[in-house]
């Protein structure tokens, strides 16, 4: 299976559970693959063939400016949800995020999770 992966995607939102976590939006981290067959896009070098990662990137921000989260990992499933029904052409992802500065001592608190059509 092809890959197209996302890497840094920046995205500002409300997340945790403390207190001092909830007053103002903090930026996290995400890497994202996305597993999908890119043959068609290959040989027509037509963005209508394969995923629009623009968009999806667009989209994922907007996700995080909209919402607010107490868990990373609440966090990571929409993310991926939104991948998933991006493109018919995504059979599955896989959704990185790093939450860093979040536990004193701790560079990072990060979450992976997969999922599949």
Do not use: H, Q, W
């Amino acid at each position: 299976m092809d890959k197209i992966i996302l890497r840094g995607l920046e995205v500002s939102t409300v997340i945790g559970t403390a207190e001092s976590e909830r007053l103002a939006p903090r930026m996290l981290l995400l890497d994202i693959e996305l597993s999908a067959n890119l043959e068609a896009a290959g040989k027509s070098d037509d963005l209508r063939n394969t995923v629009d990662y623009a968009a999806l990137a667009a989209a994922i921000r907007t996700l995080g400016t909209e919402n607010r989260f107490f868990l990373i990992e609440r966090f990571a499933n929409e993310a991926a949800r939104l991948c998933l029904a991006a493109s018919p052409l995504v059979a599955g992802v896989t959704v990185r995020v790093e939450k860093a500065g979040c536990v004193s001592g701790l560079a990072a608190a990060v979450v992976e999770i997969r999922r599949e059509r």
